[in-house]
């Protein structure tokens, strides 16, 4: 099969690692010939030289989308599809903003969409709701026009995606997103990536870029109630969101409480929670969290939030609390830190609920079956 991979509109932290996941995973299946646009973010993280010669890469330097340089853009990725001719076109998650001529298969990672109840809508601007109504209508859009096939993270998702699109439930597909290929055998030889550990000092990572619906700035409320509590115990949040974002949304107070490292490579995501003791996802909107079984394998608790897009995926392997309420969040805090007990019943947890979801080996085989028989 002659597949092009397209990951020209990616740039999220999550979707780039998936992205990244795929195109590494498909070295291991050689009978195809692969042919990949990657946006700059996903180019960054590609190690081109380990690629055999079976593969293609072409950089699309910008979004397809957006002013006259996205019309330049579809236009070049038009005439690099004709000069290709593939089999099928797997855009890693959509819309692609362009139709291809063959059949085409796009990944779908905007709950936004499927999960109208969520309470980020509740504690968002009017403003704010507007232009994620406006963004609805283009992506909706898009994902009907650019194609009729789509893989989702979750049966869940699936299901909402069918009704949103009314589509045919036949064209919608399963993949359950894990943990990349470098947590099974990481790396710790090269340097710390965080500072060593103050004494009596807890670390709750949140690996995510900046996003409102990531919930992050509850930090806000959350430290100055640990501050007052004067525990023993020295409580650090461990972030990887742009400098810009830190600066902007974080007050003084919370600031002192926060390592933020920046944007981290895929490759070093293992190193950091095994520099760190839990993970702590206070968000709001998920289609389906790569953290979670990331946490799992690397056997950190997880405190989360008590929403169904995380329940179904962490069930018995996390503590929940509601996201906005800084009480419930500092009271899960404390139990974490506090009991031995329920750390390890919840890593223990993690450990078996990993079995429900694919390898990224497995993930890869189902994307490229699943292009395989969209094509016969």
């Known amino acids: 099969m002659k597949l092009l991979i397209n990951a020209s509109t990616l740039s999220g932290t999550g979707v780039t690692q998936v ?25 960054n993280e590609i190690d081109k030289l380990q690629f055999p010669n079976n593969f293609f890469f072409y950089l ?37 903003y362009w139709t291809p001529s063959c059949p ?30 406006i963004f609805k209508v283009i992506h909706t859009y898009f994902l009907k026009r650019n194609g009729n096939h789509y893989v989702c993270e979750t049966e869940d998702v699936s299901q909402r995606l069918t009704e949103l699109l009314n589509c045919n439930k036949n064209n919608v597909f399963t993949a359950t997103n894990t943990y990349n290929n470098y947590f099974n055998n990481p790396d710790f030889s090269d340097g710390r990536l965080l500072p060593i550990k103050e004494q009596n000092e807890y670390r709750f990572l949140s690996l995510c870029s900046f996003a409102p619906h990531k919930n992050i700035t509850i930090l806000n409320k959350v430290v100055p109630l640990l501050n007052k509590m004067k525990l023993k115990i020295n409580i650090k949040f461990v972030l990887t969101i742009d400098e810009l974002s830190f600066e902007k949304h974080f007050e003084k107070h919370t600031k002192d409480s926060i390592i933020n490292i920046g944007r981290i490579d895929v490759a070093k995501c293992p190193k950091l929670y095994y520099e760190c003791d839990a993970l702590f996802l206070p968000t709001t909107l998920e289609c389906f969290s790569a953290n979670y079984p990331e946490a799992m394998k690397m056997k950190r608790p997880i405190l989360t939030s008590n929403l169904s897009f995380a329940t179904t995926v962490c069930k018995d392997a996390a503590l929940y609390f509601d996201p906005y309420n800084e009480n419930e969040i500092v009271s899960a805090i404390i139990t974490i830190v506090n009991d031995l007990n329920i750390r390890e ?19 890869t085989e189902k994307y490229l079956q699943i292009c395989e028989s969209m094509i016969k």
């Not at 795929?22 to 692969?34: A, H």
């Not at 905007?110 to 994620?132: A, D, Q």
């Open 60 to 96: 699309i330097e910008s979004h397809p989308l957006y002013g006259l340089k996205g019309f330049q853009i579809r236009k070049k990725i038009k005439i690099l599809e004709k000069k290709i001719k593939p089999d099928c076109v797997f855009s890693v998650f959509g819309p692609s």
């Open 19 to 43: 992205a990244v996941s795929f195109i590494t995973e498909c070295i291991n299946i050689p009978s195809n010939e692969y042919h990949v646009f990657l946006s700059k973010t996903v180019s």
């Open 104 to 133: 085409h298969l796009m990944g779908y990672a905007y709950p936004h969409y499927v999960y109208p109840e969520s309470p980020l809508f509740k504690n968002i601007s009017f403003g704010e709701i507007i232009k994620r109504k």
């Open 345 to 363: 019943n919840l890593i223990r947890n993690g450990e078996k609920n990993l079995s429900s979801f694919l390898t990224s080996k497995q993930r």
